[in-house]
């Protein structure tokens, strides 16, 4: 199954705080406020929605296609993606802006502050998907990730508009979002990615309960953290997937995209949703126990070692006999 995905590609800054921020918060005077951490360490990372994913379904044997846009200053990025199996034959270099950034700092409860530089992704509305889609050969779906809004919105269009089968992936920009182009971006998906309050986020502007959202999509995936994952079929069957337990979170950033990815994988290779929520729970502890969204390391023996111990041995014997080598 080729999957392609199109999302943000960006440099991140991630920094670590001692402390909690919310020892610094005074609640009656928020819309004042002005505050300066000290942080402790400073890691610069590679990163962005789309090309985390992309990262993580070729980390898993898969061959992605990534589709988005970037500045000149690509060149290393792109050597590492392909070195490990990512096909950047889709993204698109601008000749005036840099790269994404994320700046984002994490506390000590795990809480975290980020801003976000757009730069080259706002020209990711220039990307028309077909010839991307003829040159490769085609693919089953296509993952329309945190982008330019604009190019959220062409892509999802142009999907429905040729019948390319897409999985609906706004959380990122939901804040940002209005009711509108929420409904725009999810319609006629067939599978809607959100965490739990992404998705009452959705409901809130779009005004459609979960149950009208639902005649909406296909599949709806609900992230809940710690508490594991909500997989809520078309026929109205819930499947409820615990997390991993006994990880040693080191830095949530990414976690989502690695979830996303396992998921994906996970329909790559015609695996039962249940199981597809099992490998993205595998997949994102191995990000969260690591600093940095794509620096970690996966190893066949140990990701089947951790679904046979959560999920018991028919969980991990259907994904060692549908993987393929990593």
């Not at 889709?90 to 802006?97: F, K, L, N």
Request: hydrophobic share 40%; proline share 3%; charged share 25%.
């Amino acid at each position: 199954m080729k999957i392609a995905v199109s999302g943000s590609i960006a440099n991140d800054h991630l920094m670590t705080f001692t402390g909690k921020f919310s020892d610094s918060l005074v609640v009656d005077q928020l819309d004042k406020i002005s505050l300066s951490f000290l942080v402790d360490d400073l890691d610069v990372r590679r990163g962005g929605c789309g090309a985390n994913i992309a990262f993580g379904l070729a980390s898993l044997g898969e061959e992605p296609v990534l589709i988005g846009a970037v500045g000149e200053d690509f060149d290393d990025y792109r050597s590492w993606l392909e070195r490990h199996g990512v096909d950047c034959s889709g993204v698109r270099i601008s000749e005036t802006r840099h790269t994404a950034r994320f700046v984002c700092t994490t506390d000590a409860a795990q809480a975290q502050i980020a801003t976000f530089y757009a730069g080259a992704m706002a020209e990711a509305r220039e990307i028309e998907l077909k010839p991307i889609h003829d040159r490769v050969g085609g693919w089953d779906i296509v993952l329309i990730g945190p982008d330019d809004p604009e190019g959220m919105v062409r892509h999802t269009e142009e999907c429905r508009v040729r019948g390319y089968r897409f999985a609906a992936d706004p959380s990122q920009q939901l804040a940002f979002a209005g009711g509108d182009l929420i409904r725009t971006l999810i319609d006629g998906a067939a599978y809607l990615f959100s965490n739990e309050y992404e998705a009452a986020l959705t409901e809130k502007k779009t005004g459609w309960s979960a149950g009208e959202i639902q005649q909406r999509v296909g599949t709806r995936v609900v992230t809940r953290g710690a508490e594991g994952v909500s997989v809520y079929e078309a026929d109205g069957t819930v499947i409820e997937v615990p997390a991993l337990a006994g990880i040693n979170a080191v830095d949530p950033t990414g976690v989502g995209d690695a979830f996303r990815a396992g998921f994906l994988a996970g329909l790559g290779v015609d695996l039962p949703h249940e199981q597809c929520a099992q490998l993205g729970c595998a997949l994102a502890a191995s990000v969260v126990e690591t600093t940095g969204t794509q620096e970690y390391r996966l190893e066949r023996g140990a990701l089947l070692s951790r679904l046979r111990d959560e999920y018991g041995d028919e969980a991990a014997n259907i994904v060692d006999e549908r993987l393929p080598s990593f």
